[in-house]
């Protein structure tokens, strides 16, 4: 019923006090659960659009390994596995658990031999970790904002050592139609790292905006 009625009006079939991330709603929309914040969709709506644009722009022929870096709902692992037939190792990382609880029991994205879900603080996760990946998503949001830590060149120092040679990428900057200091810092130290070709795509489905990376094999 509650898919239904959906089509007519949205429909909150839950909500969830987060001590990160505030309240977090479960709500169909069209016949389609998603996640949301009271700000911000989270999983399963125009997030899924942005980050599956960007994933159309990756080679995928030589991509093994998957780390992302920001949960919510697993949408991003949804689009992985049956619109991009990728069949490799993710791990994801979020800090917070009860995100990583509604991805797991309200969206199905269940550990498995090919996957792993941690709680961790991305940041120090980036910064502690030297295994390297194919393929790196950055997606990181409290509400409708990336804390300031992520924009840091500590934070792009520990990403770009992190890829593989010939690897890749996806930072969703948050832009939602303006750059910032802080999301020109991101731009600049890619532009002017020596390993990184990048690509901006500004604005996509008219709010945030996407740097992608692939690292040469220099």
Known sequence: MKKILSYIWPITAKTI???????????????????????????????QKILEYALSKIEFDNV?????????????????????????????????????????????????????????????????????????????FINNEVPDQFYSVIFCENISKLVNENGYFIFNLGLKGKMTKKTEQVIAYFEKSIYFEISLFKNIEGTNSVLIGRKSNS
Not at 18 to 45: H, P, V
């Open 17 to 47: 006090d987060s001590d990160t991330n505030g309240k977090l709603q479960i709500t169909y929309y069209n016949g389609k659960k998603m996640l949301n914040t009271k700000d911000a969709n989270y999983s399963y709506g125009s997030l």
């Open 64 to 140: 093994k390994h998957v780390l992302i870096l920001g949960l919510g709902g697993g949408s991003v692992i949804s689009s992985l596995r049956k619109k991009f037939d990728f069949n490799g190792y993710i791990q994801a990382v979020d800090i917070d658990e009860k995100i990583i609880t509604i991805a797991k029991n309200d969206f199905d994205i269940h550990t498995a031999h090919n996957l792993t879900i941690s709680k961790y603080d991305a940041y120090k996760f980036v910064k502690k970790n030297n295994k390297k990946h194919d393929l790196i998503i950055i997606d990181l």
